[in-house]
Structure formats: C-alpha cells, structure tokens
C-alpha cells in the first residue's frame, strides 16, 4: 500500500483488517445504491472490506488494487461467491474496464495515491476514469474526508512535529510491528501535506526491520472536486458531510457525494 518491504506490506496487509472494522460506511453505500443488482467496480479495492458485503448483497463486482497482498485476503472472505471478481492494477496507469453501474471511490482514496503522476492531475484522472468505466446515467460514488483539514476552505499552514502510533500489532507470522507517523506539514498555498511514515517490525525470529516512507498528499478543497466532477459529466444529486446524511457547512471534515453520469 505503501511501498513497503514485502514483509512489511504483509504485516501492513494483517492488521488493516484487524484494525479497520467499521461497516457503518458499508451499510451507507449499500443503502444508496439500493437492492436491485448492479455492475460495480470498485477502484482500491484493498482487502474486499468493501467489496466482499457488495457481492453478498446480491451486486455483480469486480474490484482493482495494486497491492497484492492486500488482495490475497479477499478469497477467505468471499468464500464460494460467484458473482466478484478482483485484479492486480495501477488505478492511475491501468485500464478499468467498461460498462459499469457505479464506480466506487471509497476510503478516501483521492488523497491515499500512490503515484509518480502530479497529485492533483491524478485524482483528477480518477474522476475522468470513473466517468469513461460507467454507462449513462452510471453513478461514481466518493467517499473524500481529509482528516483534520477542511474541504471547503484552505486551512492555514503549518508544521508538528509530532508522533502518532497508528497501528499497533501482531501479524499471523508471528511479526510484532508499530506503523508511526512522523511529522506533520501542510501548505495551504499548495494544499499539499507531508510527513513520514515509520514501520518498526521485531519479527518471530528477533530481527529488527525498520523503514521510513516519505509521504505526501494533496487536500483538494470541496469546490476543485465539484470542478473536476462537472468537467467530466458528472451531476451531483446527493452530498453529505457523513453517513447521517449532515449537510456539508463550513464545519465539514468530510463529503460523501453521489454522482450521476449525464
């Protein structure tokens, strides 16, 4: 997910789904979209958190994620479901297919890409994807919460130095391991934010691995992300600040919006 060392990435791929457990953003999805059956992609599919209670309920889905260990666990998830399917791919670089009833940008993956490709022209891109993935009259649905900044207004800059522990855990190998952010720097003229992401792992057998990843991303403000939807076609028929249905003010940390391809 990180660009981490396999062993790394391997740990990183166990304790998201021991850590990250929450459905109430599952059962939101599953209530916007409906009962009847649709075609569904999902872009960062990860670990099929998502992905998996979408087949279940009865949705044709097909998932993409670049990391493959993440998707190793979707199999144990999906049991002898028939109707999901999942691949390997780049959601910058990559084909995603055609012919889908809803594209799904969850988990705020417009600000988690990893990518060489200019920030903010790559969560643009994203956008322009989902557009060409949908038939007429598709919906891309967009969950964006940018942790602490606002999105409607530029919030100030400025620099922490502080520590946070994310995760913290053991991994089915045995590997006991701490993931650490580092730093904290934003720049409003930009809207890029930067810090460092620290693994420390004891693995089973004493050996120390250390790696840190330098990491940045970009905090588009609500009014950008309305840009980008309308220049590819795309008009909003539901936005909300949370899964309560809040309307977005000034206070919003958050947006979930729906969007019909016109």
């Known amino acids: ?17 021991q850590k990250v457990t929450e459905t109430n953003d599952v059962d939101f999805l599953l209530s916007v979209i409906g009962n009847e059956p649709k075609r569904i992609l999902e872009v960062c599919c990860g670990s099929g958190r998502i992905l998996v209670p979408l087949a279940k309920a009865g ?37 995603w297919g055609k012919g889908f009833d809803i594209v799904v940008l969850a988990g705020n993956i417009l600000y988690n890409i990893i990518s060489d490709m200019d920030y903010a022209k790559a969560q643009e891109l994203l956008i322009q994807k989902a557009a060409s993935a949908l038939v007429p009259g598709g919906y891309v649905f967009i969950e964006y ?15 922490n130095d502080r520590k946070w522990v994310v995760w913290e855990g053991t991994d089915r190998d045995g590997n006991f391991g701490r993931m650490i952010l580092l730093g904290d720097r934003y720049d409003a003229n930009t809207g890029i934010g930067s810090f460092t992401r620290r693994f420390e792992l004891t693995l089973k057998n004493g050996e120390a691995i250390t790696q840190d990843i330098p990491c940045q991303k970009h905090f588009a ?26 309307a977005v003010n000034d206070e919003s940390r958050g947006v979930i919006i729906y969007a019909r391809k016109s």
């Not at 919460?145 to 620099?159: K, L, T, W």
Request: proline content about 4%; aromatic content about 10%.
């Open 221 to 246: 403000p609500l009014e950008r992300l309305h840009e980008w939807l309308q220049k590819a076609g795309f008009i909003i028929e539901q936005q909300y600040s949370d899964t309560e249905k809040n």
């Open 59 to 95: 949705h044709i889905v097909f998932g993409l994620d670049v990391d493959e260990n993440m998707l190793a666990k979707i199999s144990e998830k999906a049991g002898d479901l028939d109707n999901i399917q999942w691949q390997a791919a780049d959601a910058v670089y990559d084909e």
């Open 145 to 159: 919460q940018p942790g602490g900044h606002r999105i409607m207004q530029s919030a100030p800059s400025y620099e």
């Open 1 to 17: 997910m990180f660009n981490e060392k396999p062993i790394v990435s391997k740990w990183v791929a166990d304790m998201y789904g």
